[in-house]
């Protein structure tokens, strides 16, 4: 399966400004790109590269004075086949652990484990370890909280969303990986692209997509707490310990967001 992936984002800044950009697929999908992800600017600007301690790619830049555009197209070879689904992985103990899967069992900006700890243990203390425990929270999740794009928040954390019940894709993610690290689980967040390939069209603009990925049996795993069902077409462009280790762009000054378009979708011969 082909699918055609790319955005365009506009920024207004009164100044010039730094920023830092994490727009491109994650290298881990680099043998599947069929034309180049490269990120693009107009005005054109210098933009140099570089890998960052969890594996992404991350952009440098200085935009000008003005309207500052940011975009990429590209066309990706994807399976076809939806999310592994892996009902017999095991959870391993924390002694057994590889050291560097440990930080994904620690709190961090978003995922507050240390006010989720006791909820998680009466609600999934007498879950069946692994995979069952996941998706027991997965599942939870996805019936605790309702979507909704008015209940975006930048600065909203798991705990709030848990409070709140509500709130879009980060806020589902945040909580089930907070969740998953409260039993023990390492768990990471994970953002990229998810068109509506093989499910209804979501009349909504396209946006990119939030998710998490749990450690189990030797290798870690998709889990999708907003949507609770195997998705087509998932293409990772950041992974990290939460939404601030894979901030689209951290800019650095003043600035208003113009326009933003996202799209993801099959490519029919």
Not at 33 to 57: A, C, E, H, K
Not at 112 to 123: M, P, Y
Not at 215 to 244: C, Q
Request: net charge negative; hydrophobic share 40%.
């Amino acid at each position: 399966m082909k699918i055609r992936i790319g955005f365009e984002i506009v920024h207004t800044f009164p100044q010039p400004t730094p920023l830092l950009a994490m727009l491109n697929v994650h290298p881990a999908r680099d043998r599947d790109l069929l034309t180049p992800d490269r990120v693009v600017s107009w005005p054109q600007v210098p933009i140099s590269t570089y890998i960052d301690d969890f594996g992404n790619i991350c952009s440098r830049m200085t935009a000008p004075a003005g309207d500052f555009t940011l975009s990429t197209d590209a066309v990706v070879m994807d399976s076809g086949a939806p999310d592994v689904v892996s009902p017999d992985a095991p959870q391993h103990a924390i002694e057994d652990l590889p050291n560097n899967v440990l930080i994904y069992l620690l709190g961090s900006r978003y995922c507050e484990t240390d006010r989720l700890v006791g909820d998680a243990w009466s609600l999934f203390g007498a879950a069946p370890f692994g995979w069952a425990r996941v998706q027991a929270i997965v599942e939870f999740v996805h019936n605790h909280l309702t979507f909704g794009y008015q209940h975006a928040r930048a600065t909203k954390s798991a705990y709030e969303a848990y409070q709140e019940r509500q709130g879009v894709c980060r806020d589902f993610a945040h909580l089930a990986i907070t969740l998953c690290r409260c039993m023990n689980i390492p768990a990471r967040y994970a953002t990229g692209y998810l068109g509506d390939i093989g499910v209804p069209v979501d009349p909504a603009p396209m946006d990119f997509s939030a998710w998490m990925e749990v450690y189990l049996g030797g290798r870690w795993h998709t889990f999708d707490a907003r949507h609770n069902r195997p998705r087509i077409g998932r293409i990772v462009m950041g992974r990290g310990r939460d939404a601030s280790d894979v901030a689209l762009t951290n800019v650095f000054g003043p600035n208003t967001l113009k326009s933003f378009k996202v799209w993801t979708d099959e490519v029919r011969d």
